[in-house]
């Protein structure tokens, strides 16, 4: 799981003090929210039979309600799954453009509902990929401590979270 910088979101988020409105900026700009979630994969073969079923069942249990795209960038693919017009009018007025974008291959699978932070992370995948075998890595990628979790944020990540949690989680952190 990881958030990326993306500031013209985060100074929409930090204009709002009340946690209520806080919540349901983030429901409207759901395309913008710079969440990404990066699932490593052991077999691409088994995940690819699994997003089958996975669609395959989506689309028996609400028949015309999701449209699946296929996309490319830099040569690498990638999938839009959104509702289609008939979904988009059974979804709460505030709601935003709920999207799902993935993109899957041998290094794992990646979810998000921002397109941009999609490519970045793709971006990322290729230079990775590109890289010397004994290149050092930037300066600015921190080692990976943990064995199957880590966690790394800087302080932008704490002011958030006072402004969302205010008093209820200072005094659960303390």
Known sequence: LYVDDEPEFWKGLAGET??????????EHLD?????????VRDPWKLT???AALRAFAEQTAPKMTEWES?????????????????????????GRPNLYYSFSSEGLILTFNEPLLKRALDRQ????????????PADVRPWLGSSVCFQFDRKLLGLADQL?????RQTLQ
């Open 18 to 27: 009340d946690t209520e409105k806080a919540y349901r900026y983030t429901a």
């Open 49 to 51: 039979a699994f997003l």
């Open 165 to 169: 949690g205010g008093d209820n989680l």
């Open 71 to 95: 996309l490319e960038y830099r040569d690498e693919p990638y999938v839009r799954v959104g509702p289609t017009e008939r979904a988009r009018g059974e979804l709460p007025q505030d709601f």
């Open 32 to 40: 913008r929210l710079p969440l990404g979630v990066h699932i490593a």
């Open 126 to 137: 290729i230079e990775r990929r590109q890289a010397p075998k004994d290149a050092k890595p």
